[in-house]
């Protein structure tokens, strides 16, 4: 305390910091004492010099990303607490019992009061990816304190952020173990096999989806099924299990089409029940056929910032519309956005202008959201960035 640099924020722009809001915009400082750099921590006092905050400085319109409102030395302690908090959540929650459950999201950004920090456990290893410049500053004294916290449960730390901050940082980051070596991982969700890909998407696998993967499931039985955007396959698992009688598998990625087939034939599902096809997703919804009696669309981002909303907005319209044009009668679809900068009201508007423009009757069956292992905190909704529509077509 009183060696980091700090800012001053201008009359009245301190209300959101004391409703613990973890976003500080650009708009919002008077000043600053201090030279501050992307990655900095940075103390935030109101502009009649109160004590509000501590983040890390951004150089975006977020200027910065609070995660204490106490004002405290930013040690290994510091981590060490947050961190256990975070273990604890999932603790209550039932989801760290190691017989139930080899996988879940330890720490998830701001709901978990540690923006820019993503931290999956997956039997065994812990995938850490560092969405800030800050965490990643950070991120050996966090790997210590996560395996203080987990023990001998925790055999192997890998951080993940080279991709996502190498357009941020002026040197080259690679990907690499933080804790002990590669481990042969083969994750069991609910009773089925995956292969883990950590090459691939996110930190890889897409452990938000958990439980709708068993909505899915519910639905399932006796139709024919297309999951589009399938990446590793566990909205395919799940249907397939759940009595579907043909599922169609579709992802742009060669690397994850060939991840779902092995995940198909690792559970031992019949090679006469499914397909898989590497094609661009938005090209084959536009070719679809009919014939499909539920349909799942689970697109990546379309719009990761407000700039992009216009477009998303179009790009969530399109595939919808040409799912609801083929989807047989009395079809089910499941259509998601995981794009933060597209709230509900507006995803749930996308797909009704595409219901009207395919001229079918919808129903709204159930909402549905990201697993509870990644929190939105109450005072930061924008963490609520998953929305899902199960529906029902006429």
């Known amino acids: 305390m009183g060696t980091y640099p700090s800012i001053f924020l201008k009359p009245g722009k301190e209300v959101p910091v ?36 501590t983040g890390h400085a951004l150089s975006g319109s977020i200027a910065l990303k609070l995660f204490s409102f106490k004002r405290l030395p930013i040690d290994q302690a510091f981590w060490k607490e947050k961190i256990s908090l975070a273990y604890k959540y999932r603790e209550r929650l039932g989801m760290t019992d190691p017989v139930k459950n080899e996988a879940f999201r330890l720490v998830y950004g701001e709901g978990d009061g540690l923006p820019g920090l993503i931290i999956d456990y997956y039997s065994g290893m812990a995938v850490i990816q560092c969405h800030s410049v800050g965490m990643h500053l950070a991120v050996k004294e966090i790997a210590i304190m996560l395996k203080e916290v987990m023990g001998e449960r925790l055999k192997a730390i890998y951080e993940k952020s080279a991709e996502i901050l190498s357009e941020t940082v002026d040197y080259e980051l690679i990907d690499n173990f933080l804790l002990g070596e ?17 090459q691939g998407q996110k930190t890889g696998f897409f452990l938000d989806q958990r439980e709708n993967r068993k909505v899915v499931e519910h639905y399932a039985r006796g139709c024919r099924v297309l999951d589009v955007f399938c990446y590793s396959g566990g909205f395919s698992l799940h249907a397939l299990r759940g009595g579907a009688a043909f599922v169609q598998a579709v992802d742009s990625s060669k690397k994850a089409i060939e991840l779902v087939s092995a995940n198909l034939k690792k559970n031992g599902f019949e ?5 898989t096809i590497a094609a661009d997703a938005k090209q084959y919804l536009e070719g679809l056929q009919q014939g499909f009696d539920l349909i799942i669309l689970d697109p990546p981002a379309f719009a ?51 219901a009207i423009e395919a001229g079918r009757n919808v129903r ?19 963490g609520a960035y998953l929305k899902g529509l199960v529906l029902y077509v006429e």
């Open 304 to 354: 990761k910032h407000q700039e992009m909303r216009s477009k998303a907005i179009k790009g969530y319209i399109n595939i919808n519309l040409n799912a609801l044009k083929k989807i047989n009668p009395g079809g089910i679809l499941f259509t998601f956005s995981c794009s933060q900068a597209i709230d509900r009201n507006t995803f749930q508007s996308s797909v009704m202008a595409a």
């Open 364 to 382: 709204i069956v159930q909402h549905l959201s990201q697993s509870p292992d990644h929190p939105a905190g109450l005072f930061h909704p924008e």
């Open 182 to 198: 590669a481990i042969a991982v083969d994750l069991v969700e609910d009773g089925l096999l995956y292969q883990l890909d950590l």
């Open 271 to 275: 090679e006469s029940n499914f397909s």
């Open 18 to 53: 004391k409703r613990f809001h973890p976003w500080i915009f650009s708009g919002a400082i008077d000043r600053a004492n201090g030279k501050i750099k992307e990655g900095d921590i940075v103390e935030v006092f109101s502009s009649r010099g109160d004590y509000l905050a």
